[in-house]
């Protein structure tokens, strides 16, 4: 490209996309990957691709607000328009401070992801993003804006047009064209409107007062009122069909003071912290209540230990099963939900897939138990931090009203990961113990990724913003509302913003420091329930809001990389594992027949003392209670008597208790003296006067129980039933094999087969690392260099000399026309344009200096690939030589 056309105006994105840098085409593409999905062949794909709707939306919607009512203004400019223009519908009249400060900013964040090009004197919305923005009927304008009096003339007759301008004071026109951009200007001079609205009767300008901030569009009927009336015939109303009005651009912005929106806003809120703790205070709550975290979920695992609640057939928990697990963890249903969704997301649960499947956990699950506690922890929050399954909606409706369920399918939502690493980001920008205003956490989130409509307060992101703070606290990564400091390092708060993995372009605003970047997480779909978790409630005292001072530089907000995730998570274990309790050895042995661990027990112990005894409360510290029923337990576990009274002596700072002593005495000594086995069943026992009470007890007529001998009953129940019948009745009966031993029964771990955790759905292609960017913009500038370098006159060339070739067409020539223009270049050194078809049929342009030619190839340096290449003959469908003095 001549030095002549690198600066004169660009007259397309196309050209504007040439004169720029790497730098800027890698931030382009960093910010919207969707454009280098696949990468373009050249810069006219990649600016035909940047146009498209479903790209500029997308774009659209991670505009943070100021820059959206940038571009929303620029939508109702004129086209072009220029940059004072622009800081005029920003600024209003007066060009506020602010709005001036922070515009420059704007306008380079819309020309870096590609959706305004030109210099400041000719600045152009692509033509799709002022298609979403520009007023219609059908969709009005977020400014509140009508349509220009060009446009709102435009079906009108040309006689009524000119008696509209007549009645204005205006000189008539030989057109109806002319005549509405005469009227149009009276409407944009500042002095002559303000005359014109002197004469207008109070009641009218009381109608204008009503429509000037939106909607534009007022009813009438067939004979106005007077008020109407004067309106109408200068032109301060204009009819777009039969019954309805609408207040021109031009109108709406002289009586708005030249402003587009009503309150512009060029600063972000401010995130205020209603309340200050201590950071020992808040990292020493935040890990007990990670510890309360590992206990719920171990307890959840334990109890479907043995195979879970079965799936529905929709896949998913059934109500009931949701409710029953959720008594059993001692928590609401919603909070049970986010812990069955969290031990889901780690890959500890799963389906079995058996024909009557069931939820059971996976071997994942053994291998978690056995890291430390903290390990396990960063294990959980890892999983919660990259989830996009979302408990929040569970028990909602989906698109077709049917309920979400529990492990179901509908539960992603694609923003949640980075609305829950955007929250977490400004907590930590907050100063060490701050506790956020939850409102003003959603109002700066509101600001930072507005939605392009009305805005509610119960919209996706809000919901899940406010499920983020809740989850946050449940999982022990803020404690007392503020982040604590493993909460930090699992952020990865010590990354430097603007990094590699940061996207987007940084912009500085009045009430931003240097380095306080204003981007946002991305958006989402609004749909789903409302706010289902309890909020956490914090004990201390609120502290007056911090609304002064700027923002310190916040954490990046792309989520980490695979990589950058497991070293945080590895930083945040060690950050913990100080402040978690050390697992105890022993309990304390009491004489009401309970036992208090007075901290967590060390697995083995845990698990010996969990079938010995029953566990009676929960908290600090553990209490329990051992019954015959959880000694007859142990003793059906292949435990004998003298082995429970050895653990316990073995394992208790205080002496076994008499009471208890007797009790496992008493049970084993109980224990076997029945037999029961499968005949289909039957009762065995040596004391024949034992059997006679069994016969004789009404509660065993369930069982349909004979005597077949002295010392054996048969029953018409499967052994298992008739175990449970004489249990109920009082007696300790054993089970016994074929051969008569006693069998053993201990509880059989179900385990699913190997699964993977569930794959987060991915909002939108992932953001490219450099090496692909790097990659791509050489392949991208290489094809365009193929396609944009002028050629000599030749075969494809039309009468003029220039190619005649349509944009993008490969070349086509003879083989033999090729071979000697090969063959030609060689002696040369010249540089040749050629059409290139691979194995796979895809057809590219590249720009290649041969160096040698022969048995069917050519071999050559190709500015394309900028490496040395060798291609064959048959596959090139035609060559070119370039103008002299392009390469």
Same mark, same amino acid.
């Given at each position: 490209?001549?030095?002549?056309?690198?600066?004169?105006?660009?007259?397309?994105?196309?050209?504007?996309?040439?004169?720029?840098?790497?730098?800027? +085409? #890698?931030?382009?593409?960093?910010?919207?990957?969707?454009?280098?999905?696949?990468?373009?062949?050249?810069?006219?794909?990649?600016?035909?691709?940047?146009?498209?709707?479903?790209?500029?939306?997308?774009? +659209?919607?991670? +505009?943070?607000?100021?820059?959206?009512?940038?571009?929303?203004?620029?939508?109702?400019?004129?086209?072009?328009?220029?940059?004072?223009?622009?800081? @005029?519908?920003?600024?209003?009249?007066?060009?506020?401070?602010?709005?001036?400060?922070?515009?420059?900013? #704007?306008?380079?964040? &819309?020309?870096?992801?590609?959706?305004?090009?030109?210099?400041?004197?000719?600045?152009?919305?692509?033509?799709?993003?002022?298609?979403?923005?520009?007023?219609?009927?059908?969709?009005?304008?977020?400014?509140?804006?009508?349509?220009?009096?060009?446009?709102?003339?435009?079906?009108?007759?040309?006689?009524?047009?000119?008696?509209?301008?007549?009645?204005?004071?205006?000189?008539?026109?030989?057109?109806?064209?002319?005549?509405?951009?005469?009227?149009?200007?009276?409407?944009?001079?500042?002095?002559?409107?303000?005359?014109?609205?002197?004469?207008?009767?109070?009641?009218?300008?009381?109608?204008?007062?009503?429509?000037?901030? @939106?909607?534009?569009?007022?009813?009438?009927?067939?004979?106005?009122?007077?008020?109407?009336?004067?309106?109408?015939?200068?032109?301060?109303?204009?009819?777009?069909?039969?019954?309805?009005?609408?207040?021109?651009?031009?109108?709406?912005?002289?009586?708005? @003071?030249?402003?587009?929106?009503?309150?512009?806003?060029?600063?972000?809120?401010?995130?205020? #912290?209603?309340?200050?703790?201590?950071?020992?205070?808040?990292?020493?709550?935040?890990?007990?209540?990670?510890?309360?975290?590992?206990?719920?979920?171990?307890?959840? +695992?334990?109890?479907?230990?043995?195979?879970?609640?079965?799936?529905?057939?929709?896949?998913?928990?059934?109500?009931?099963?949701?409710?029953?697990?959720?008594?059993?963890?001692?928590?609401?249903?919603?909070?049970?939900?986010?812990?069955?969704?969290?031990?889901?997301?780690?890959?500890?649960?799963?389906?079995?897939?058996?024909?009557?499947?069931?939820?059971?956990?996976?071997?994942?699950?053994?291998?978690?138990?056995?890291?430390?506690?903290?390990?396990?922890?960063?294990?959980?929050?890892?999983?919660?931090?990259?989830?996009?399954?979302?408990?929040?909606?569970?028990?909602?409706?989906?698109?077709?009203?049917?309920?979400?369920?529990?492990?179901?399918?509908?539960?992603?939502?694609?923003?949640?990961?980075?609305?829950?690493?955007?929250?977490?980001?400004? %907590?930590?920008?907050?100063?060490?113990?701050?506790?956020?205003?939850?409102?003003?956490?959603?109002?700066?989130?509101?600001?930072?990724?507005?939605?392009?409509?009305?805005?509610?307060?119960?919209?996706?992101?809000?919901?899940?913003?406010?499920?983020? %703070?809740?989850?946050?606290?449940?999982?022990?990564?803020?404690?007392?509302?503020?982040?604590?400091?493993?909460?930090?390092?699992?952020?990865?708060?010590?990354?430097?913003?603007?990094?590699?993995?940061?996207?987007?372009?940084?912009?500085?605003?009045?009430?931003?420091?240097?380095?306080?970047?204003?981007?946002?997480?991305?958006?989402?779909?609004?749909?789903?329930?409302?706010?289902?978790?309890?909020?956490?409630?914090?004990?201390?005292?609120?502290?007056?809001?911090?609304?002064?001072?700027?923002?310190?530089?916040?954490?990046?907000?792309?989520?980490?990389?695979?990589?950058?995730?497991?070293?945080?998570?590895?930083?945040?274990?060690?950050?913990?594992?100080?402040?978690?309790?050390?697992?105890?050895?022993?309990?304390?042995?009491?004489?009401?027949?309970?036992?208090?661990?007075?901290?967590? &027990?060390?697995?083995?112990?845990?698990?010996?003392?969990?079938?010995?005894?029953?566990?009676?409360?929960?908290?600090?510290?553990?209490?329990?209670?051992?019954?015959?029923?959880?000694?007859?337990?142990?003793?059906?576990?292949?435990?004998?008597?003298?082995?429970?009274?050895?653990?316990?002596?073995?394992?208790?700072?205080?002496?076994?208790?008499?009471?208890?002593?007797?009790?496992?005495?008493?049970?084993?000594?109980?224990?076997?003296?029945?037999?029961?086995?499968?005949?289909?069943?039957?009762?065995?026992?040596?004391?024949?006067?034992?059997?006679?009470?069994?016969?004789?007890?009404?509660?065993?007529?369930?069982?349909?129980?004979?005597?077949?001998?002295?010392?054996? %009953?048969?029953?018409?129940?499967?052994?298992?039933?008739?175990?449970?019948?004489?249990?109920?009745?009082?007696?300790?009966?054993?089970?016994?094999?074929?051969?008569?031993?006693?069998?053993?029964?201990?509880?059989?771990?179900?385990?699913?087969?190997?699964?993977?955790?569930?794959?987060?759905?991915?909002?939108?292609?992932?953001?490219?690392?450099?090496?692909?960017?790097?990659?791509?913009?050489?392949?991208?500038?290489?094809?365009?260099?193929?396609?944009?370098?002028?050629?000599?006159?030749?075969?494809?060339?039309?009468?003029?000399?220039?190619?005649?070739?349509?944009?993008?067409?490969?070349?086509?020539?003879?083989?033999?026309?090729?071979?000697?223009?090969?063959?030609?270049?060689?002696?040369?050194?010249?540089?040749?344009?050629?059409?290139?078809?691979?194995?796979?049929? @895809?057809?590219?342009?590249?720009?290649?200096?041969?160096?040698?030619?022969?048995?069917?190839?050519?071999?050559?340096?190709?500015?394309?690939?900028?490496?040395?290449?060798?291609?064959?003959?048959?596959?090139?469908?035609?060559?070119?030589? %370039?103008?002299?003095?392009?390469?």
């Amino acid at each position: 490209m001549s030095s002549d056309e690198k600066t004169a105006a660009p007259r397309s994105l196309a050209e504007a996309l040439r004169v720029r840098d790497d730098a800027s +085409l #890698a931030a382009l593409l960093r910010a919207r990957p969707d454009l280098i999905t696949p990468v373009p062949t050249d810069l006219t794909q990649l600016a035909t691709r940047a146009g498209t709707r479903a790209s500029v939306v997308r774009a +659209l919607e991670r +505009l943070d607000r100021f820059a959206l009512q940038s571009a929303e203004a620029l939508a109702v400019a004129g086209e072009p328009a220029s940059y004072d223009e622009l800081l @005029g519908l920003m600024g209003g009249d007066e060009r506020d401070p602010a709005v001036a400060a922070a515009l420059p900013g #704007a306008v380079a964040v &819309l020309r870096e992801q590609a959706l305004v090009w030109g210099d400041d004197a000719r600045l152009r919305l692509v033509r799709t993003a002022r298609e979403l923005l520009a007023p219609s009927p059908q969709h009005p304008s977020p400014t509140g804006l009508g349509p220009s009096v060009p446009e709102a003339t435009a079906g009108m007759s040309p006689g009524r047009v000119q008696e509209i301008v007549a009645a204005a004071g205006l000189p008539s026109t030989h057109d109806a064209v002319s005549a509405a951009t005469a009227l149009s200007a009276l409407f944009s001079q500042r002095r002559k409107m303000k005359a014109l609205l002197a004469k207008a009767p109070a009641d009218s300008l009381d109608v204008l007062e009503r429509l000037v901030w @939106g909607p534009p569009y007022g009813q009438v009927t067939a004979d106005p009122a007077p008020r109407l009336r004067w309106l109408l015939d200068r032109g301060l109303l204009l009819p777009t069909a039969p019954g309805t009005v609408v207040l021109p651009r031009e109108v709406a912005l002289h009586l708005r @003071g030249g402003r587009a929106h009503r309150v512009p806003e060029p600063v972000p809120p401010v995130v205020a #912290a209603t309340a200050t703790h201590a950071p020992k205070v808040v990292d020493a709550t935040a890990a007990g209540q990670a510890y309360t975290a590992l206990a719920t979920v171990e307890e959840l +695992l334990k109890d479907w230990d043995e195979g879970g609640p079965a799936v529905l057939r929709a896949g998913g928990l059934s109500v009931r099963d949701l409710k029953r697990t959720a008594v059993a963890l001692d928590a609401s249903e919603p909070v049970a939900a986010f812990w069955v969704e969290l031990a889901y997301a780690a890959g500890l649960i799963a389906s079995d897939g058996e024909a009557d499947e069931r939820y059971a956990a996976t071997p994942a699950h053994d291998e978690w138990r056995e890291l430390p506690a903290a390990e396990r922890w960063a294990v959980l929050a890892r999983a919660w931090l990259t989830a996009t399954r979302t408990a929040g909606v569970v028990g909602g409706r989906d698109a077709k009203d049917r309920t979400l369920s529990a492990l179901g399918p509908g539960l992603d939502r694609s923003a949640a990961p980075e609305v829950r690493h955007r929250v977490l980001a400004l %907590l930590a920008a907050l100063p060490e113990g701050g506790a956020p205003d939850a409102e003003s956490v959603l109002a700066r989130l509101g600001w930072e990724r507005p939605l392009r409509g009305p805005q509610r307060e119960d919209d996706l992101r809000s919901r899940l913003a406010r499920w983020t %703070l809740t989850e946050a606290e449940l999982l022990g990564v803020t404690g007392r509302g503020a982040l604590s400091a493993h909460g930090r390092a699992l952020l990865g708060a010590g990354r430097t913003p603007g990094g590699p993995a940061s996207t987007g372009a940084t912009r500085v605003t009045a009430a931003q420091s240097p380095a306080s970047p204003a981007s946002a997480p991305a958006p989402g779909s609004a749909s789903g329930p409302g706010d289902k978790l309890p909020a956490p409630h914090h004990r201390t005292a609120a502290a007056p809001p911090q609304t002064t001072s700027p923002l310190p530089p916040l954490p990046p907000l792309s989520p980490l990389s695979p990589a950058e995730q497991a070293t945080a998570a590895a930083t945040a274990a060690k950050l913990l594992a100080p402040l978690l309790p050390e697992p105890l050895d022993h309990v304390l042995l009491q004489a009401d027949l309970t036992a208090v661990a007075p901290g967590p &027990l060390h697995r083995p112990l845990a698990d010996a003392l969990g079938v010995l005894a029953d566990v009676e409360s929960k908290g600090g510290a553990t209490v329990y209670r051992f019954t015959p029923a959880s000694v007859r337990r142990a003793l059906d576990a292949g435990r004998s008597a003298s082995d429970l009274h050895a653990f316990l002596a073995a394992h208790s700072r205080t002496p076994v208790p008499q009471p208890l002593a007797y009790l496992i005495d008493d049970v084993a000594r109980r224990h076997g003296h029945l037999r029961v086995g499968a005949a289909s069943a039957y009762v065995r026992c040596d004391d024949d006067a034992l059997l006679n009470e069994i016969l004789a007890d009404k509660r065993s007529a369930a069982l349909r129980l004979r005597r077949l001998a002295p010392t054996v %009953l048969a029953a018409q129940a499967d052994p298992a039933a008739l175990l449970e019948g004489l249990r109920a009745m009082g007696y300790a009966p054993a089970a016994e094999s074929a051969e008569g031993d006693v069998l053993i029964t201990r509880a059989d771990a179900h385990r699913t087969p190997p699964r993977t955790a569930p794959v987060p759905v991915p909002d939108g292609p992932p953001a490219p690392d450099g090496t692909l960017l790097t990659a791509a913009i050489r392949a991208i500038r290489a094809g365009d260099l193929a396609s944009t370098a002028p050629r000599k006159a030749g075969p494809t060339a039309d009468a003029t000399g220039a190619a005649s070739l349509a944009p993008g067409a490969l070349p086509r020539t003879s083989a033999a026309e090729t071979l000697a223009t090969m063959q030609a270049a060689v002696l040369t050194g010249a540089a040749l344009w050629i059409g290139y078809v691979n194995a796979e049929g @895809g057809a590219s342009q590249r720009v290649i200096a041969p160096v040698r030619v022969e048995g069917g190839f050519v071999t050559a340096y190709d500015h394309t690939a900028d490496e040395v290449r060798t291609y064959p003959l048959h596959r090139i469908t035609g060559v070119a030589e %370039l103008a002299d003095g392009e390469m």
